[in-house]
């Protein structure tokens, strides 16, 4: 029997996203989007206008950005540091590109949106590390059970009947 109807499912970005809470709109202050960073324990701020993702903030853009320029922290918008456009994924987009994108451009995190550009969620490289070696353990695991069923008295090293 051959392999040609066998179809092995492959994870997508949908099944590993995380809602998001960390979201700001471009016209609040970066000192808001510090303490917003903050009391959620994240390391990025999303950036949303009328409803679409248009930004994405950094612990390292406050740093080069507003840090290390000097500029008053307390009056500076989020639309004049933020990096655009942001590169974002479908939540249909494979999860092995999603890491490949995230590797290629030094991401930690990728926003997902819908085809309209409102934000879904964010997947983490982290979280996919994770996910991809369950996912690979898994196979293993039953990789060496196949093999098990596959040739039966292969494990029994017994000594030969016939001496």
Do not use: C, W
Request: aromatic fraction near 4%.
């Amino acid at each position: 029997m051959g392999t040609e109807g066998v179809h092995v499912p492959r994870l997508t970005v949908r099944d590993i996203l995380f809602k998001v809470e960390n979201v700001i709109s471009g016209d609040q202050t970066v000192r808001e989007a510090a303490m917003l960073m903050d009391r959620l324990g994240v390391g990025s701020i999303l950036v949303e206008s009328g409803g679409k993702l248009v930004g994405i903030v950094t612990e390292r853009d406050l740093v080069v950005r507003v840090l290390a320029t000097g500029l008053d922290h307390t009056n500076t918008k989020i639309k004049d540091i933020m990096s655009y456009p942001v590169i974002a994924v479908s939540p249909d987009t494979l999860l092995e590109d999603a890491v490949i994108l995230m590797v290629n451009n030094g991401f930690r995190r990728l926003p997902v949106v819908d085809q309209e550009g409102k934000l879904i969620g964010i997947v983490t490289i982290s979280e996919a590390a994770r996910v991809l070696a369950t996912t690979q353990k898994t196979v293993s695991n039953v990789f060496e059970l196949l093999l098990k069923v596959a040739r039966p008295g292969e494990e029994k090293k017994s000594t030969p009947m016939y001496g």
